[in-house]
């Protein structure tokens, strides 16, 4: 895998390659869709596998906040050679959720 | 005197619709969360282009992509600002908080431009302690009180970001979160007469202290008894994700909001730094007027629709788990200017949701020598609440109807401050009360009717029973300070 433009939200992977989507931490109820589906717990990582076609493929990770402020979540994609993409969910006051997509673009 | 409470219908409804002209229906979910959004990422990107802009590669790679407005990340306060009501209704969020913002600053009320710091100032190691976040001040007259907890403090030392203050992987943190205190000073004892009340933090300031232990919390949200209560929102959540997806497809082939996005972000690299707030909120405000394709109009009203069903499930869900019961043990010590020192314990335990029922154990004693003539346990009081609210939440508001006893037994007469008795006041005085909590639509201001039944007050001993009726009137702070962190 790799980080295009510094950017952790901007990913490049081989066909096949096998990445890991984890929570590092928080104490948001955190769920995904689009290259894979599910929901993830602290040391429950996801594992899924790059499709063999398509470009800027979407991995939507959503963090559903628990109370009315003071909520957060540490989600990273990483790869087997140690490559590691983090995003960190920080609640604004007065919001319920957040959701960002992780693209992943196909070498 | 018998209570007359035939009137109080009547009262009530002249109250309710005594609504001031003009006021507002309540703002709803999805909005209010579009403005927190709005506002969060406009200070977000203020903050990174201020980094940005001193040093181009000082950013994580975590932060690139929140330093720009962007798809991949904005893509659902893009959404939601498509639907023009909803953006409407933020507007009007993000129009209170800044005007509830500047009331809260002129007010001098905010930790740091107080008061207290002109009057000789907070003294360091506690000025340090609050700008730190270890602990909070409050000031209600000359009495300064500080709350913390010992986890908070050791956690600020430690230079944690606060969003991290509630990690609890550690079992010891876990069991040190359950703990709170309170310590308060008089800032006017230990002066000269006429001095001005400056704080000083010494013994002789020491008024009052208190350590809370939370036993049983399942009311907090983030309680691991309520896991599997979060469980149930994985359905609302899936379906949302998908629609979510669908819209954030969409918008990467609509030209209009692509060149919004390019429009935006212009904007934003025009702007001096003091300005890029402001124009954030001023872009996602043109949003509605924006020409969107007929493809992602569907997606769009699609997701926005899941957002709505999503954030309803997860209000039912609060619900549910503010039915949760609590128990709480306080531990108190009263150091009044004049009069024996006291300390008291007591147990508090709450549980329902449509119902509240709160009851309460406490002991008073006096601390080191008793006053002559006087056991060292000043009192025991138990007490029992209910609550009952009814009424419309989107419309007026709730009313609350409270029924309240409460029995508190003195074994000796009551002691003055200047530690003389008051003879005759030993024994038990048993009360009852009945109030009606009104809100005014609109409003935090709440206006409370009570009825009160004892066998004696505490001074009145000769009157077998005593009854007394009350009008009040209470204004909700925190329904303004939760607009800052609700």
């Known amino acids: ?107 | 005197m018998k209570p007359s409470i035939r009137a109080l219908p009547t009262l009530a409804a002249l109250l309710s619709v005594a609504v001031p002209a003009g006021a507002q229906a309540p703002i709803p979910d999805p909005a209010r969360h579009l403005a927190g959004q709005i506002a969060g990422r406009a200070g977000e990107i203020s903050r990174l282009q201020a980094q940005v802009r001193k040093s181009p590669s000082s950013l994580a790679p975590g932060e690139v992509g929140r330093a720009t407005v962007n798809l991949s990340v904005d893509f659902e306060p893009i959404y939601l600002s498509l639907i023009d009501g909803i953006s409407k209704q933020a507007m009007r969020a993000l129009e209170e908080r800044r005007v509830d913002k500047q009331i809260g600053d002129g007010s001098g009320s905010t930790a740091g431009s107080t008061s207290l710091v002109s009057k000789g100032g907070t003294p360091a190691v506690l000025a340090v302690a609050v700008e730190n976040g270890a602990l909070t001040q409050d000031i209600s007259g000359t009495t300064v009180t500080f709350r913390g907890s010992p986890v908070s403090i050791v956690k600020a030392i430690q230079e944690t970001p606060y969003f991290q203050m509630l990690q609890t992987d550690d079992p010891a943190i876990e069991v040190l979160q359950k703990f709170s205190f309170s310590v308060s000073f008089d800032t006017a004892r230990g002066l000269t007469e006429g001095a001005e009340p400056t704080f000083t933090a010494t013994r002789q300031q020491l008024s009052a202290a208190t350590l809370r232990f939370s036993a049983v919390d399942h009311k907090d949200p983030r309680a691991a008894a309520n896991d599997t209560r979060w469980n149930a929102l994985s359905p609302a959540t899936d379906v949302l994700n998908r629609a979510a997806l669908e819209a954030f497809a969409s918008f990467q082939a609509d030209r209009a909001i692509v060149a919004w996005v390019d429009g935006t972000n212009e904007a934003i690299r025009a702007a001096a730094l003091d300005e890029i707030e402001d124009v954030v909120v001023a872009r996602f405000q043109l949003l509605p007027t924006v020409e969107i394709g007929p493809a992602t109009r569907v997606a769009v009203n699609g997701a926005a629709e899941q957002f709505s069903r999503m954030v309803s499930r997860r209000a039912e869900i609060l619900r549910e788990i503010a039915a949760g019961g609590q128990v709480v043990f306080d531990f108190g010590y009263q150091k009044p200017a004049t009069g024996p020192t006291s300390a008291n314990v007591k147990m508090v335990g709450s549980v329902g949701r449509s119902f509240l029922l709160t009851g309460n154990v406490a002991a008073t004693f006096y601390v080191g020598d008793a006053p002559a003539g006087a056991d060292s346990l000043r009192d025991v009081q138990g007490s029992v609440q209910l609550d009952i609210p009814f009424g419309d939440p989107e419309g007026i508001g709730r009313y609350v109807f409270t029924l309240a006893t409460k029995i508190q037994h003195m074994p000796d007469d009551l002691v003055a401050g200047e530690g003389t008795l008051f003879p005759g006041t030993k024994g038990t005085i048993a009360l009852g009360q009945a109030k009606l909590t009104i809100p005014v639509r609109g409003s935090p201001a709440k206006i409370p009717l009570s009825v009160t039944l004892a066998n004696r007050t505490e001074l009145i001993p000769e009157k077998k029973v005593f009854a007394r009726a009350q009008v009040g009137f209470s204004y909700d702070l925190d329904a303004v300070l939760s607009r800052f962190r609700p």
């Open chain 1, 1 to 107: 895998m790799r980080i295009n433009n510094n950017n952790s939200l901007d990913l490049a992977a081989k066909k096949g390659e096998s990445l890991t989507l984890s929570l590092q931490d928080g104490d948001a109820v955190v769920s995904f869709s689009g290259l894979a589906n599910g929901s993830l717990t602290k040391g429950t990582p996801h594992q899924f596998t790059v499709p063999t076609t398509g470009t800027d493929l979407p991995l939507l990770v959503r963090a559903t906040f628990k109370a009315a402020s003071g909520g957060f979540a540490a989600v990273r994609v990483s790869d087997n050679n140690g490559t590691v993409a983090p995003f960190t969910f920080t609640q604004f006051p007065g919001t319920v959720t957040n959701a960002v997509v992780f693209l992943i673009d196909i070498e």
